[in-house]
């Protein structure tokens, strides 16, 4: 059903049109995608914000929050920018854009992998690749701080956040709904 209606929507869409740079952008967003969305934070504010200039960084901010209640919450962000710009349709495409690529890759790498998965040189390679994905989230995170429009308190309330989940084991989606709550009442 997915490839029917990505059918039918390269046969109707211009390619000069917002759905097809959506679609462009979303795809080659989805193919780089390693680690995980949050490893990519950087390069979606870059492109949705300083290039195409879809959102602006405070809704690109707000995207990347809200998106913390959902499954796949970095990459359920494009939903957002693609119903902002284009209503539900918008939203389709910028869905199936950045799902649909990485799906196929991860079926057919699956399908390799388990062949090699007991190979001890690959579960060294892994081993590496997962210590470069927390530096990746790191850097995300630093990059959210400093680009938001109130950098220390941005990072005053993630290190509060964190020794709150450090200490209290509190659920994640109750601290984003709290945060969001007092990001509100403060701006």
């Not at 220390?152 to 989606?173: D, E, Q, R, T, W």
Request: net charge neutral; no cysteine.
């Amino acid at each position: 059903i997915i490839l029917l209606i990505g059918l039918i929507t390269i046969r109707t869409v211009h390619f000069d049109s917002v759905y097809w740079q959506m679609a462009n952008v979303f795809a080659t967003m989805s193919v780089t995608l390693f680690g995980g969305g949050y490893v990519f934070i950087p390069m979606m504010q870059e492109v949705i914000v300083d290039q195409n200039h879809w959102l602006s960084n405070s809704e690109f901010i707000d995207a990347i929050a809200m998106g913390q209640i959902t499954p796949g919450p970095i990459l359920i962000s494009a939903a957002f920018v693609g119903f902002k710009l284009k209503g539900i349709l918008g939203a389709a495409v910028a869905t199936v854009s950045i799902f649909l690529p990485a799906g196929i890759i991860m079926l057919l790498v699956g399908q390799l992998y388990k062949g090699i998965a007991d190979n001890p040189h690959v579960s060294l390679v892994f081993k590496g690749i997962k210590s470069a994905i927390v530096g990746l989230i790191l850097f995300s995170a630093i990059t959210i701080v400093f680009n938001s429009d109130e950098p220390l308190y941005v990072a005053l309330l993630g290190l509060v956040s964190l020794g709150i989940l450090m200490k209290f084991n509190l659920n994640p989606i109750l601290l984003i709904l709290l945060s969001g709550m007092l990001g509100i009442f403060t701006f």
